[in-house]
Nanobody, 124 residues
Framework: QVQLVESGGGLVQAGDSLRLSCAASGRTFSRNAMGWFRQAPGKEREIVAGINWSGISTYYAESVKGRFTISRDNTKNTMYLQMNSLKPEDTAVYYC?????????????????WGKGTLVTVSS
C-alpha cells in the first residue's frame, strides 16, 4: 500500500520556524515530482512548493518565496519543507503529494498520491 505521511506540524508563534517531513512508503518516488500544498479554513487547496525528481528544479508560491525551502532525500524516500518567518496567514493543513510526472509541476491535478495532512497553526 502506497502511503505518504506528513509530520512536523504544530502550533508556533509568528516569526518561528517549522520543518515538515513527508515520508513515502509502499513504493519509491525517487523518479517522481512531488509537492507541498495547503488548505486554510474556508479556502481552496493551493500549491506551496514543488520539486522535480532530482531536487534540482523547484517552484514556490509567491506568498512563501524567500521564507520556505523545499527539498528531498531520495535515499530516504522523504521530502521536506523548511518554513521560516512563519506568519498567521500560513495557518493551514499542509499536504504532501507525489506525481506520476518526472518534471516539476505546480498543479494539484498532476498529483496522483496524497498524504492526509499535518496542521500548522501560527499565532500572532
Amino acid at each position: 500500500q502506497v502511503q505518504l505521511v506528513e509530520s512536523g506540524g504544530g502550533l508556533v508563534q509568528a516569526g518561528d520556524s517549522l520543518r515538515l517531513s513527508c515520508a513515502a512508503s509502499g513504493r519509491t518516488f525517487s523518479r517522481n515530482a512531488m509537492g507541498w500544498f495547503r488548505q486554510a479554513p474556508g479556502k481552496e487547496r493551493e500549491i506551496v512548493a514543488g520539486i522535480n525528481w532530482s531536487g534540482i528544479s523547484t517552484y514556490y508560491a509567491e506568498s512563501v518565496k524567500g521564507r520556505f525551502t523545499i527539498s528531498r532525500d531520495n535515499t530516504k524516500n522523504t521530502m521536506y519543507l523548511q518554513m521560516n518567518s512563519l506568519k498567521p496567514e500560513d495557518t493551514a493543513v499542509y499536504y504532501c503529494a507525489a506525481s506520476s510526472l518526472v518534471s516539476l509541476t505546480s498543479s494539484a491535478r498532476s498529483m496522483n498520491y496524497w498524504g492526509k495532512g499535518t496542521l500548522v497553526t501560527v499565532s500572532s
